[in-house]
């Protein structure tokens, strides 16, 4: 069954660091492109970084570069989302997506929720 997991939601800080974690199941993330998009509550779906398989590229939202980094550990089959300097207005819902290309992704995780406030 192809699965992805997301886990390392929670609730931080204004300034405070996460790192989200996407676990792969039933297929193997080295051959693929994995992104994050997030939900703010009332807003539309946004992209937040993506990672290439065919040549280790990756891409952010203009507004997050610098403060969140995508990493993928083929060994685990998982991808990573470390996101520092966390504000209030990165509280959503975080899911990660598999496809063969960021914006029309083939596979979809069940989300975790990220809340950023004081």
């Known amino acids: 069954q192809t699965q992805l997991v997301e886990s390392g939601g929670g609730w931080v800080q204004p300034g405070g660091s996460l790192r989200l974690s996407c676990a792969a199941y039933g297929f193997t993330l080295h051959t693929a492109l994995i992104g994050w998009f997030r939900q703010a509550p009332g807003k539309d779906r946004e992209g937040v970084s993506c990672?290439?398989?065919?040549?280790?590229?990756?891409e952010y939202l203009d507004s997050l570069k610098g403060r969140f980094t995508i990493s993928r550990d083929d060994a685990k089959n998982t991808v990573y989302l470390q996101m520092n300097s966390l504000k209030p207005e990165d509280t959503a819902v975080y899911y990660c997506t598999v496809g063969s290309s960021w914006f029309r992704p083939d596979y979809w995780g069940q989300g975790t929720q990220v809340t950023v406030s004081s």
């Open positions: 990672v290439r398989s065919s040549d280790g590229t990756s």
